[in-house]
């Protein structure tokens, strides 16, 4: 079966969309904030992220096909995808989650962040520190 373009190019935007639309839901319960500064981090974890896809190796949960949807990833579990129901895939191990994303150092409280990249919603924590070096605060 040959998926047409234009239909594939439908779907990726139809999952950007869902991404976008899951944050701005987030955003509007508290549970997150909005944010629409460039960050120079951000957009090094975009890279990084973006290169693993297509250079491998990349694991996903078994509900991840061939047809482009939302999915999560988080910058402490590089190359793990996971869609909506398998979210707790990305859990991080119990140091993991008391450690920043930017600088690795164990720090208390790490503020936690979302950042749709296209259909791929990638959550990140960092320490007070790195939030402000990041332009994420």
Known sequence: MTIHPTALADQAAAAST?????????????????????????????TTLTARLLTGPVRSCPHIGVSPRM???AVWTPGLLACPACVHLLTPTPDEDHR??????????????????????????????????????
């Open 71 to 73: 999915v999560h990833a």
């Open 18 to 46: 869902e991404a976008r639309r899951t944050l701005r839901r987030l955003a509007a319960t508290g549970h997150a904030r909005l944010t629409v500064t460039p960050s120079p981090w951000l957009a090094e974890q975009t």
């Open 100 to 137: 920043c994303d930017r600088c690795r150092r164990p720090a208390r409280p790490l503020h936690l962040g979302t950042a749709a990249i296209g259909p791929i919603l990638l959550a990140y924590g960092l320490c007070t520190p790195c939030q402000h070096a990041a332009g994420l605060a």
